[in-house]
């Protein structure tokens, strides 16, 4: 099968559309801005023909692509654009959509492309940063809604702290039915995913959103891991099976780690970490950012405080603090503080100055009260009601003292 | 001497006005809100009067001093306002202003109140929160202006990681010249001071402001810690001589630490603790409150990211992060961040892409390179051009490879 099939083919349009796509995520790298302008000016089956040179661009179009690369970066001529047209021909020798359609189907996957109904609403919300297709491995059913979704991010050498944390947080949340998203490295990524398969009750309990393909688990000490990923929640990636995770694809998959979910906590990062991308991408999409805080001794919690002091993050230590980010309108569940009231809270400031100046163990008189405290005998004997009322003070043959719940 | 010699004495009136302060600040507990509204009616010294009943009130005072109550705590009817100004009469028998005077001059140290020269600006700053007097061990000389004074506070069962933080922040902040400002307790108080004398290159390298008196080192296993920062800087109290330190008493002390520093800064707390009270005070002041982060693991770090949650409180982790807070205008030295730049940061997308295809060992053509990126030949001939220049790809033989440096 050649390129042409893709452009001119079957009548089935959304089959045409899906090869068109697959091709377009060959030829381009994510977020291709001259080629995202192309495919909105265009669609993306003729889209894939001026990309391969099978259609001719003409002056029209060059001058539509212009006012829409213009609409998305800033008003700025293009010059260059005759020869941006033209980037995209030494990798179409390589384009076998077709190929790529059945490998995803071989590993017991699929292709996904906006207007499918299991294409996440989260994701075309992105408008101009939208993927063009995803490449999924995993049980055909719904990605969880945003509001359900949270990602778990951070240090590929994470230390021991970061990864009983995430553990823990990855577990809690996977057991109030939460979704985690994450990235497939080793340290935080691999211990969100441990984490949330061992607690998950959610039907998808982890997504891990990889730079590369997702024909290969990368890296390979993960491959055990991510392939439980893939048969229990979802594995997936915006560029086709068998390319390579270079830096750059590592930046914009990140985009989709924070599109995915509701909350983007950081974990463990250092002073420069990808995650710091991640959480940057979260804030700009106006999604909650938290960051968890650790030593400060630790070079790997340098980036949390980073995001805690500069970046707006919300600083969060328990599954609850981020459940209340991922639903502010307070419908999570309630917070739990470990330690109770104590019984002295609420006192009025003359009745606390009471509860100072009373012994523990032999009881005193009002009148000596009156000299301890520094209140008229009026108001001790007033405030000592009270406070026994509140059980904090008890009388022993017309003397007071404190109880032990004072 | 008695009372009376407080009120009608000699011609001294600095020295009547000392001495009525001193007597008030033995019969009112900090911040009695009657009390200060007859010593803003009347002066200190006829304070003293109607407080020892010495003079009588009479309705035109009530009258007046129902006005500044309401004016203090907001609207209300004071019908219990002549039995208030009989509150202090069991102190009366207790007052002895002029013995409370030389003890502190044995002690080797003095009473200061309002209108002194050393009285610390900040303190008027405060208005109705303003101490009547100040109890003070220590050399004479100037405290140091809030903006060159930082508190330090925190939990008195520090652990050792909360010990060592604050023993090198505070070493860091006396070494800069900073006055380290702190409470007399076990704990971060401790570790506080100590970091502080031994870092010490300011006049005042710290100061401790006590709950009780300051005739008495408490508690007694700092009493030779507490000896040294009298020797060396001050130890001060709002409260008289041989005072207990009580709960009450160490809220308002509070509110004397928070006042005297341009930051607060909270090292380890647990979630309910006196330091979130200083915070607060910090905050009700407008001044800067800090927190250094912690494990999450640990319960006395709870309270500090608690603060970072919910209070407000800057995320702190060094002396020049701090530093910042005390001079926002940005005077204070810069920030040492310890990883530099990476090589790649400011590239342009395609350069970026361009970096990630370029192999390490073997070179790649130009041809090939255009088929990794996904770039035009002219595009890869450019891009290859300004990484060269960056000493981040060197060609060989007229092929390409990315450099150590990249």
Same mark, same amino acid.
């Given at each position: 099968?050649?390129?042409?099939?893709?452009?001119?083919?079957?009548?089935?349009?959304?089959?045409?559309?899906?090869?068109?796509?697959?091709?377009?995520?060959?030829?381009?790298?994510?977020?291709?801005?001259?080629?995202?302008?192309?495919?909105?000016?265009?669609?993306?089956?003729?889209?894939?023909?001026?990309?391969?040179?099978?259609?001719?661009?003409?002056?029209?179009?060059?001058?539509?692509?212009?006012?829409?690369?213009?609409?998305?970066?800033?008003?700025?001529?293009?010059?260059?654009?005759?020869?941006?047209?033209?980037?995209?021909?030494?990798?179409?020798?390589?384009?076998?959509?077709?190929?790529?359609?059945?490998?995803?189907?071989?590993?017991?996957?699929?292709?996904?492309?906006?207007?499918?109904?299991?294409?996440?609403?989260?994701?075309?919300?992105?408008?101009?940063?939208?993927?063009?297709?995803?490449?999924?491995? &995993?049980? !055909?059913?719904? =990605?969880? %809604? $945003?509001?359900?979704?949270? *990602?778990?991010?951070?240090?590929?050498?994470?230390? @021991?702290?970061?990864?009983?944390?995430?553990?823990?947080?990855?577990?809690?949340?996977?057991?109030?039915?939460?979704?985690?998203?994450?990235?497939?490295?080793?340290?935080?990524?691999?211990?969100?995913?441990?984490?949330?398969?061992?607690?998950?009750?959610?039907?998808?309990?982890?997504?891990?959103?990889?730079?590369?393909?997702?024909?290969?688990?990368?890296?390979? &000490?993960? !491959?055990?891991? =991510?392939? %439980? $990923?893939?048969?229990?929640? *979802?594995?997936?990636?915006?560029?086709?099976?068998? @390319?390579?995770?270079?830096?750059?694809?590592?930046?914009?998959?990140?985009?989709?780690?924070?599109?995915?979910?509701?909350?983007?906590?950081?974990?463990?990062?250092?002073?420069?970490?990808?995650?710091?991308?991640?959480?940057?991408?979260?804030?700009?999409?106006?999604?909650?950012?938290?960051?968890?805080?650790?030593?400060?001794?630790?070079?790997?919690?340098?980036?949390?405080?980073?995001?805690?002091?500069?970046?707006?993050?919300?600083?969060?230590?328990?599954?609850?603090?981020?459940?209340?980010?991922?639903?502010?309108?307070?419908?999570?569940?309630?917070?739990?503080?470990?330690?109770?009231?104590?019984?002295?809270?609420?006192?009025?400031?003359?009745?606390?100055?009471?509860?100072?100046?009373?012994?523990?163990?032999?009881?005193?008189?009002?009148?000596?009260?009156?000299?301890?405290?520094?209140?008229?005998?009026?108001?001790?004997?007033?405030?000592?009601?009270?406070?026994?009322?509140?059980?904090?003070?008890?009388?022993?043959?017309?003397?007071?003292?404190?109880?032990?719940?004072?």
């Amino acid at each position: 099968m050649t390129k042409g099939s893709v452009v001119v083919g079957t009548s089935d349009t959304r089959r045409n559309e899906r090869l068109a796509r697959a091709a377009l995520a060959r030829l381009m790298e994510p977020q291709d801005s001259v080629g995202l302008a192309l495919v909105r000016a265009l669609g993306a089956i003729d889209a894939v023909g001026v990309a391969t040179g099978e259609l001719s661009a003409g002056a029209a179009l060059e001058q539509e692509l212009s006012a829409l690369l213009a609409d998305a970066r800033g008003p700025a001529s293009w010059p260059g654009l005759p020869a941006s047209l033209r980037r995209w021909a030494p990798r179409v020798p390589d384009l076998a959509p077709e190929r790529d359609v059945e490998t995803m189907k071989r590993l017991g996957g699929r292709i996904i492309i906006p207007g499918d109904a299991l294409w996440p609403q989260q994701l075309s919300d992105l408008g101009l940063q939208e993927p063009l297709c995803l490449w999924w491995r &995993g049980q !055909e059913q719904d =990605l969880p %809604a $945003v509001s359900q979704a949270v *990602a778990l991010v951070g240090s590929r050498d994470s230390t @021991s702290y970061g990864g009983s944390v995430t553990g823990d947080l990855a577990y809690g949340l996977a057991q109030r039915g939460y979704t985690v998203v994450s990235g497939g490295a080793y340290g935080i990524d691999a211990h969100a995913h441990r984490g949330a398969l061992s607690g998950g009750v959610a039907s998808v309990p982890t997504i891990a959103v990889m730079a590369g393909g997702v024909d290969r688990f990368y890296p390979s &000490g993960n !491959e055990e891991l =991510l392939r %439980a $990923v893939a048969n229990q929640g *979802a594995v997936i990636s915006e560029v086709p099976p068998g @390319s390579a995770p270079t830096r750059y694809r590592f930046l914009q998959r990140n985009r989709i780690i924070a599109a995915l979910a509701s909350v983007t906590v950081v974990v463990e990062a250092r002073w420069r970490s990808g995650a710091l991308n991640t959480a940057h991408h979260a804030e700009t999409m106006g999604r909650a950012v938290a960051a968890v805080p650790g030593s400060i001794h630790s070079a790997n919690s340098a980036g949390c405080h980073r995001l805690l002091r500069e970046g707006g993050a919300v600083c969060v230590t328990d599954v609850g603090e981020i459940l209340e980010l991922a639903s502010p309108s307070g419908t999570a569940m309630p917070r739990d503080v470990d330690s109770p009231a104590a019984a002295h809270d609420g006192l009025s400031l003359e009745d606390l100055i009471l509860l100072d100046a009373l012994p523990l163990r032999s009881a005193s008189s009002v009148e000596k009260l009156t000299v301890v405290a520094g209140l008229s005998a009026d108001a001790v004997r007033a405030g000592l009601g009270r406070l026994g009322l509140l059980g904090l003070a008890v009388s022993e043959r017309g003397a007071w003292k404190r109880t032990k719940k004072a």
